[in-house]
């Protein structure tokens, strides 16, 4: 599987833009790509274009939004009760000092983890990995195990849990910056499909699926 690593986020955050513009014309989608995130260097440093936009303790476990991938992790962080999924740590074992706040008592860093809402976001959140229990092989997922998915037209999906609400027996699974998707992904074909509901429609559409992040 591909690996979305450090010369690929700049590009895909350049190309992508916010969803609220006009969006540019895109080519047609061939064969649908599936790619995991990397967002560290080989120092474990984040990724060129990456500027941390807040750093926040927690522990983590695996994470429900990318159940296969065994670098993502779900994290409750220590200093509010918002949890943060996915989040990705480093291939590659990492010594850091512990974390030292006026007043506490040193604490134990294991690793270090940054975490995204969508993968061509270039300001994500750096925890400090106080406890984690993530690292552990992964099974397969008894559901769809991808956390963002890229329509053909660019739309952008992130993956959701718990929302009550079903359009032609196919439950909501993505909010979209556009509407939001129902069902899972039919990954019969080379280009995988979804079922769409653009945020003007009445009537569930086919899309086309262009990437999917694991």
Not at 14 to 29: H, I, M
Request: aromatic share 6%.
């Amino acid at each position: 599987m591909p690996t979305l690593g450090t010369g690929l986020l700049l590009g895909i955050a350049l190309l992508s833009g916010c969803g609220s513009a006009e969006p540019a014309s895109t080519p047609a989608v061939d064969e649908t790509r599936v790619l995991t995130l990397d967002p560290f260097t080989e120092g474990a440093e984040p990724a060129s274009g990456l500027r941390v936009l807040d750093e926040v303790s927690a522990r983590c476990e695996p994470s429900i939004l990318s159940p296969e991938n065994e670098l993502a992790r779900r994290c409750f962080t220590k200093e509010t009760s918002v949890v943060l999924d996915p989040c990705f740590v480093p291939a590659t074992p990492v010594d850091l000092p512990d974390l030292e706040k006026p007043g506490e008592e040193p604490l134990t860093v294991d690793t270090v983890a940054l975490c995204f809402d969508d993968p061509a976001r270039t300001e994500p959140t750096e925890v400090s990995v106080l406890e984690d229990n993530g690292a552990q092989p992964r099974q397969e997922a008894p559901f769809d195990p991808h956390w963002f998915l890229e329509l053909e037209d660019g739309t952008r999906c992130t993956r959701v849990f718990g929302v009550q609400q079903v359009r032609e027996d196919l439950p909501l699974t993505y909010g979209c910056d556009d509407g939001a998707l129902y069902g899972s992904p039919d990954e019969e074909e080379q280009v995988w499909t979804i079922h769409h509901l653009p945020e003007d429609a009445e009537t569930l559409e086919v899309a086309e699926i262009r990437t999917a992040w694991k």
